[in-house]
């Protein structure tokens, strides 16, 4: 069994992520010590005080997740339309 030790928010989905420290900073506004924060949630305490800063600068949405920005693709809309296309044609002749 897993302990929060062993815990790595690296796995989890951002949604997830957002939703952790969404709940951290609103515990400790509900009067709860960073360090049972970080030790509820498994992570280190600094990371609860970046959020609480983050969060009372430019509120709860600071803590939103941001988009993953990925590599622009090569081919445009019609050219993979296109490429779809032409698999399934060549997988249909086959």
């Known amino acids: 069994m ?3 030790k062993d815990f790595d928010g690296r796995s989890l989905d951002h949604a997830t992520l957002e939703y952790i420290r969404v709940q951290a900073v609103k515990a400790v506004r509900r009067g709860m010590s ?3 924060v ?3 949630f498994g992570v280190h305490r600094s990371k609860v005080y970046e959020w609480v800063k983050r969060a009372k600068k430019k509120g709860l949405a600071a ?4 988009p993953v920005p990925g590599r622009k693709p090569k081919l445009n809309e019609q050219q993979q339309k ?3 296309f ?5 997988a249909l002749v086959r």
């Open 63 to 66: 803590l939103n997740a941001k």
């Open 38 to 40: 970080s030790e509820i």
């Open 82 to 84: 296109l490429l779809i």
């Open 86 to 90: 032409l698999v399934l044609i060549c």
């Open 2 to 4: 897993k302990t929060m």
């Open 34 to 36: 960073v360090k049972e």
